[in-house]
């Protein structure tokens, strides 16, 4: 039998063993908090600095992707910091507070305008994002050149609507986003995305590749239904480069100014452009991570030296009133693509008489939809992108 002080004193040393791990849980719940919480906090602000340095520009691009995971991981550390103790859980829980904000933003601003566009985001796939990584069912030649190429992504179901993507990437490499087409081909849509010459400093491809890309839509024309679409229901989509090629394509189908020796060209029924290049020279003087650069590669100089080849690849110039419903889709924290030159073209094509839809994300940047598949700019895109062409198929 255990004296009556023996215990007592027992007693004491398990109370104060079970405080002691109580406290121990709580400090380390904080610091848990803290950890999650700071580097949260330190991409949200890189996030939204100017995006002038590689580290601020990748970190504002990965917003479309980030910002829900970021979102839930902040939450999560706020909640710990809150089980924290003394000084370290008022550090935590004011570093998770401001952690929340950029993320929290990001996601409200656009879901907001994607769904007053008529998109729709899921925010619990938005949280478990994945790769973009997928592949063609087929790869085909619509040309006889060792560039003229075109990869295909087959729909379920035949008599399908035909969607034609036009790639982006400056105009020198090849912007990949393979779960994008296989996204719309998994809706629907028989897809063909042609490729074109990349162009380089010694090779300038803005006489070059606008003919490719309509060699390759003559070849769409011709082909869809043998690939198992509807011939009568080809629309076209375009990113970045693309985006502007894609809407140079329709616009100059739509108005007769467009031939191509490959066959009958006519207009989509509709256009499709993310972050469009509508104007060529606006991106040759934006001197961020080299997008002046590639405009200069693709026209082989600049609007100083070659005001008519700017001309020729400005998509101002196509507008016409027969140009078919379009809708632009642009962050409006673009660093390669100024907004104000979407903006100014969008209202040109409105003034001549375009059916012309504009979507402006306020906190994305540049290729915000092409980093993770179901992430938050991921699903804005398909979501808006869907719904528009479904309308003018």
């Known amino acids: 039998m255990i004296p009556p002080t023996t215990a007592l004193e027992y007693g004491g040393r398990v109370a104060d063993t079970k405080g002691s791990r109580h406290s121990w849980l709580r400090t380390a719940s904080g610091l848990v908090g803290l950890v999650l919480a700071v580097p949260v906090l330190a991409w949200s602000v890189a996030a939204i600095l100017p995006s002038h340095h590689a580290l601020t520009f990748v970190s504002s691009v990965l917003a479309g992707s980030l910002a829900v995971p970021a979102l839930v991981i902040a939450a999560i550390a706020l909640i710990l910091a809150l089980l ?8 935590a829980v004011v570093i998770s507070v401001m952690a929340l904000i950029i ?22 796939s938005a949280a478990a994002v994945s790769s973009m ?25 035949h008599d399908t609507p035909v969607l034609v993507d036009i790639h982006g990437g400056g105009w020198n490499t090849n912007a990949t986003m393979p779960a994008t087409l296989r996204w719309f081909s998994d809706h629907g849509w028989l897809v063909i995305r042609p490729s074109y010459t990349l162009a380089s400093k010694s090779h300038p491809t803005w006489d070059i590749a606008p003919k490719q890309v309509a060699c390759a839509w003559a070849w769409s024309l011709s082909h869809a239904k043998e690939l198992g679409g509807d011939p009568t229901r080809v629309s076209i ?16 189908a739509a108005s007769g100014k467009l031939t191509s020796s490959c066959g009958p060209v006519r207009a989509p029924k509709s256009v499709l452009a993310l972050y469009p290049t509508v104007d060529v020279a606006a991106v040759q003087s934006v001197t961020t991570l080299g997008a002046g650069n590639a405009a200069t590669k693709y026209t082989g100089g600049t609007p100083e030296q070659f005001p008519d080849r700017y001309r020729a690849v400005n998509s101002s110039t196509w507008i016409t009133a027969k140009a078919p419903p379009t809708m632009v889709i642009q962050g409006n924290h673009d660093t390669f693509v100024p907004p104000s030159s979407v903006r100014d073209f969008v209202a040109r094509a409105r003034q001549a008489g375009v059916d012309i839809t504009h979507v402006q994300l306020p906190m994305l940047n540049h290729a915000f939809d092409a980093q993770a598949r179901d992430s938050l700019g991921f699903q804005a895109v398909t979501s808006l992108g869907q719904t528009f062409l479904s309308e003018h198929q």
């Open 133 to 157: 990584a997928d592949h063609p069912d087929e790869t085909v030649r619509y040309g006889s050149g060792p560039d003229e190429t075109a990869q295909i992504h087959r729909p379920r179901n």
């Open 103 to 124: 993320p929290t933003s990001v996601t409200a601003s656009t879901m907001w305008v994607t769904d007053r566009a008529g998109g729709w985001i899921n925010v619990f």
């Open 237 to 252: 989509m375009g990113d970045s480069a693309g985006g502007g090629m894609a809407i140079n394509l329709a616009y100059g």
């Open 84 to 91: 924290g103790r003394g000084g370290l859980r008022m550090t």
